[in-house]
């Protein structure tokens, strides 16, 4: 039986033969753990670890001791909006984020808010892009935390985080980015963006899943954080846990090759999504979600009037595998609180499709998920009115 043509790259994405080539010595070759730094194996694991620390480091123009590993970019969330607001909360219980987040960055902000932070949920425009004036006006003299997602996982919109940056570090508040979405598809540096706390994972640019990493400044300003996992204080006492070489060495080697091959596939995939929008916008009630440029390459993100929603993804699974939200809330029969957010109404949310276009997508799955997403759409809408 023939696999659907996959284009979820949002959700998740296969991992890159090289990524798997340079990760499968460290399980039996360099098996060694890499605290345990009396002997060779020990040594031979440690060298995989700060090689690809090193790496990633770099890709965001960052010191290699600023990179702590995590299990992925939720527990790095959490880690950085709860270690903040537990090392900080005596300076001040007022946290900043923006309706759109992630729900690895909502949830742990209302668990806060449970708490007796006070959470402001700023809203988006309808190109899904913040308000910057509002964001400023939002900040107050007890605000500690500003966290603004980098690319959505839904809409691939890109917020302005260098302005963001100097609005936060004007105010002396700490900017924390969730760019799982982003790291290895667009350029992001720390020091030109003012971004104090950066959330990554490796499964989103074609790594292994399990393994991520938080950024986390040491200097001008630095940053403190309260550890949520305690032990044998590994990563700075901010994580304790045995680290885990053949992830760790795949996430740097994915990075490696999404920054060297960003141009080159975010050119081609730019063209893909265009030329799948060009076909869509052909039938009436198909409408564009997000900003048409500020976005991921890869993403096209579209709601379509006069289907049920659930009907429309059914329909398109025999031959595409797409979502209609974020793959943590697929399991939802609420519409996308991304999609409401842009002012689209409950139908129209429910009816959205997200094509996460990759690195392994070809110009001809593209051309056939477009012809069938047609088909599909039609179809609907003709037994509607039948």
């Known amino acids: 039986m023939q696999r659907p043509i996959y284009l979820d790259c949002h959700s998740t994405t296969p991992m890159d033969q090289r990524v798997l080539d340079a990760m499968l010595p460290y399980f039996t070759e360099h098996f060694g753990n890499p605290s345990s730094t009396s002997h060779a194996y020990g040594w031979e694991a440690e060298a995989g670890v700060k090689q690809a620390r090193e790496t990633i480091a770099q890709a965001i123009n960052a010191s290699a001791e600023e990179i702590v590993f995590t299990s992925g970019a939720t527990e790095a969330n959490n880690l950085a909006i709860k270690g903040v607001a537990e090392a900080y909360f005596t300076h001040g219980q007022h946290i900043i984020t923006v309706a759109t987040e992630h729900r690895a960055v909502i949830d742990p902000c209302q668990y806060l808010e449970s708490l007796g932070f006070e959470i402001t949920w700023l809203p988006v425009e309808e190109d899904g892009r913040v308000d910057l004036d509002r964001l400023a006006d939002s900040i107050r003299s007890d605000t500690i935390l500003v966290s603004v997602m980098a690319a959505n996982s839904e809409i691939g919109v890109l917020q302005p985080l260098a302005e963001i940056g100097h609005i936060c570090r004007e105010n002396n508040v700490f900017f924390h ?42 200097r001008n300003p630095r940053v403190r954080l309260a550890s949520q996992i305690q032990g044998g204080g590994q990563e700075r006492e901010f994580r304790s846990g045995t680290l885990y070489p053949p992830q760790i060495v795949g996430f ?64 398109l699974q025999p031959v595409i595998a797409v979502s209609s939200g974020s793959a943590c809330s697929s399991q939802s029969t609420e519409p996308s609180h991304v999609i409401t957010a842009l002012g689209r109404g409950k139908s129209l949310a429910k ?36």
């Open 177 to 218: 980015t969730d760019a799982a979405q982003a790291i290895g598809k667009i350029p992001l540096d720390v020091e030109a963006m003012n971004i104090d706390l950066m959330s990554l994972t490796a499964h989103k640019v074609y790594g292994p899943k399990g393994i991520g990493a938080l950024y986390v400044r040491r």
């Open 252 to 315: 740097g080697k994915a990075v490696e090759l999404g920054l060297a091959e960003m141009e080159q596939e975010g050119e081609r995939l730019a063209k893909l999504r265009d030329r799948a929008w060009e076909a869509l916008s052909q039938l009436e009630g198909v409408y564009w979600n997000g900003h048409p440029t500020q976005r991921l390459p890869g993403n096209l993100n579209v709601s379509v009037a006069g289907v049920d929603g659930t009907a429309l993804i059914l329909g």
């Open 351 to 386: 009816a959205s499709i997200r094509f996460g276009i990759g690195r392994f997508t070809t110009s001809e799955e593209m051309d056939q998920a477009i012809e069938h997403t047609i088909r599909t759409i039609e179809s609907l809408r003709k037994a509607k009115q039948g």
